[in-house]
């Protein structure tokens, strides 16, 4: 089954402990980004990635940092977690920039 | 630079009524536009998309949109609303073959659906 997966679904930590969600997707997708959902603000883009080893920055990509060493797998990494990262975040593929994005699950997470 | 509005963060409608769901983008370029439905506790998943072929778009469910240029609206309709339409709908603009820009999404609208 097409899809992308992420993990864990539900965190919650405390500031500054290092943190790490995985996004899988096994589609042979190119483009893959990272979103955060906020009430009343929408979704929100931290970072994209056009394909291997290139990475570029959202609209909101401070406090966050990504890797993309293979084609499948986009990491978002939390170095020092704050409390106004508390947030659902969204991890989609596509094939390309421009196509139909295909969302993960989500993964709720909570910095006490 | 391009955006997305949405009019009206919810709108509740009877079931059977007719939805509307308004969306207006900005765009120095032309446009390709999506329409996304997120159901409660999980991710989006596309409804339609404008990709500059016919400008009524029809999507799964039973929505459709139309792409005016002259208006720069990208409305989603439902002639008929079902309880299970409940949801919550983002629309989203990126330019059509364009250089590393990302799909913007509007900040979305929920939908209430009343029996």
């Known amino acids: 089954e097409a899809q992308v997966t992420q993990n864990p679904r539900y965190l919650i930590t405390v500031t500054g402990k290092k943190l790490t969600v995985t996004c899988s997707q096994n589609?042979?997708?190119?483009?893959m980004s990272w979103y955060r959902q906020d009430p009343g603000l929408g979704l929100r883009q931290i970072y994209y990635?056009?394909?291997?080893?290139?990475?570029d920055k959202g609209d909101v990509p401070e406090g966050y940092k990504v890797s993309r060493k293979e084609k499948r797998n986009f990491p978002l990494i939390l170095e020092s977690p704050s409390p106004n990262q508390t947030s659902l975040y969204f991890c989609?593929?596509?094939?390309?920039?421009?196509?139909?994005?295909?969302f993960g699950p989500g993964t709720r997470l909570t910095v006490l | 630079a391009q955006s997305v509005t949405q009019l009206g963060s919810h709108v509740s409608v009877s079931e059977g009524a007719l939805v509307l769901l308004r969306c207006n983008y900005s765009?120095?370029?032309?446009?390709?536009l999506f329409w996304y439905v997120q159901y409660p506790n999980q991710g989006l998943q596309l409804l339609l998309k404008?990709?500059?072929?016919?400008?009524l778009v029809k999507g799964i469910n039973g929505f459709e949109a139309e792409f005016k240029k002259s208006e720069t609206s990208f409305h989603l309709t439902k002639p008929s609303a079902h309880m299970s339409d409940a949801a919550e709908y983002f629309c989203?603009?990126?330019?059509?073959?364009?250089?590393?820009?990302?799909?913007?999404f509007g900040k979305g609208t929920r939908l209430s659906v009343i029996a």
């Open positions: 765009s120095s370029v032309p446009p390709y």
């Open positions: 404008y990709t500059s072929a016919a400008t």
């Open positions: 989203a603009v990126t330019p059509g073959n364009s250089g590393n820009t990302p799909l913007v």
């Open positions: 989609a593929s596509s094939l390309r920039r421009s196509d139909e994005q295909f």
């Open positions: 990635s056009m394909n291997v080893e290139v990475t």
């Open positions: 589609m042979n997708h190119e483009y």
